[in-house]
């Protein structure tokens, strides 16, 4: 015999994670004021712009947008003024079911909007926009624009409140409801559209909401 001895060997253990994979990761900071301010600004600069270019061509898009745009159509009444009029019954709901700070947020943010949805025509004057162009640029440049506000827990008021309140208290994807409200907003603007108008405002508004719900799911984004 060799008067070696093999090793008392015992019982298997399964291999762990890696240290570092077993420490939860950090929570990621919240947004600061000045986060939440340029988050505002810039994303209701993008939201003007695709208005501007639907005005152009003469299109609809849906939400508390596409009320006013029928108010600005039928009734001719200033497009800005119109939006902020039509949000105002709906801040009680989001001040019950998103809390004083969201409602401030998009207080601003519908305040700014119809502001600006005045003011940039006066500053950027379009000669010319395909029509195809001004309802896909437009609904993506629209759908970007609310994005950034969502992410920083604002909305444009409306129907974008109980869209978002259905998706955090129901698990709804926002982008899916609200393609379904903008729908009943397209079907009412049918008098005041030709034919050629409404398909190009479905094309928008389904743009739109593309860029919505494919960028903004439960759980994708953390720093409120």
Known sequence: MSGLREPVL???RAPGPPPDARAPAPPPPPH???DDTQALVTGTLFVALGLVLFRHAGLVTGGTAGIAFLAHYALA???GL???LVNLPFYV???RRMGPRFTLKTFAAVALLSVTSEALPRVLVLQSVHPLFAALGGGLLMGAGMLMLFRHRASLGGLNVLVLWLQERRGWRAGHVQLLLDGLVLLASL????????VLSVAGAAALNFAIAVNHRPGRYLAM
């Open 10 to 12: 015992g019982p298997a």
């Open 32 to 34: 600061s004021g000045l």
């Open 77 to 79: 009444a200033p497009f």
């Open 82 to 84: 119109a939006f902020f």
């Open 93 to 95: 709901l989001a001040w």
């Open 191 to 198: 008098p005041w559209l030709q034919p050629a108008q409404l």
